[in-house]
């Protein structure tokens, strides 16, 4: 979850599960990869900035999409520099900033439990 001016950074995703809906910039770690460097490394990819600040913000168990279970890291950061770009077209639409009051739908099911913890503080999500 970027932040930047009290907004959020979302694209609407393509090709995976949640198809259609919008999401932070985010992926898998890399072997050995810290969080924050995984946080780091997959902006970029994704958006093409820069961020700073990494911070835990939730932790998700999510089974929502059985026969897969994941087991979600949700961070949170400052947008740091760059504007943010399309880098990879087949996975996103085009990058934008919402507030957190005015958030487009339908959101990706792991950005509602980063956004929920940003709000309220609560950092553990078994669902």
Same mark, same amino acid.
């Given at each position: 979850?970027?932040?930047?001016?009290?907004? =959020?950074?979302?694209?609407?995703?393509?090709?995976?599960? #949640? *198809?259609?809906?919008? @999401?932070?910039? #985010?992926?898998?770690? &890399?072997?050995?990869?810290?969080?924050?460097?995984?946080?780091?490394? /997959?902006?970029?990819? &994704?958006? #093409?900035? !820069?961020?700073?600040?990494?911070?835990?913000?939730? =932790?998700?168990?999510?089974?929502?999409?059985? $026969?897969?279970?994941?087991?979600?890291? #949700?961070?949170? @950061? *400052?947008?740091?520099?760059?504007?943010?770009? =399309?880098?990879?077209? !087949?996975?996103?639409?085009? %990058? !934008? %900033?919402?507030?957190?009051?005015?958030?487009?739908? $339908?959101?990706?099911?792991?950005?509602?439990? @980063?956004? /929920? @913890?940003?709000?309220?503080?609560?950092?553990?999500? *078994?669902?």
């Amino acid at each position: 979850m970027i932040l930047k001016n009290n907004k =959020v950074l979302l694209s609407k995703r393509h090709g995976s599960h #949640g *198809d259609g809906e919008y @999401a932070f910039p #985010g992926g898998h770690l &890399e072997y050995m990869e810290s969080f924050e460097k995984c946080a780091k490394r /997959e902006t970029h990819e &994704e958006a #093409g900035i !820069d961020i700073k600040n990494v911070q835990l913000l939730c =932790v998700g168990n999510i089974k929502k999409w059985a $026969p897969k279970h994941y087991v979600h890291i #949700g961070l949170s @950061a *400052d947008w740091e520099n760059g504007e943010p770009t =399309v880098m990879e077209p !087949d996975k996103t639409e085009s %990058w !934008d %900033w919402y507030s957190l009051e005015q958030l487009p739908s $339908p959101l990706f099911y792991a950005c509602t439990m @980063a956004i /929920e @913890a940003y709000k309220t503080k609560k950092n553990y999500y *078994d669902s």
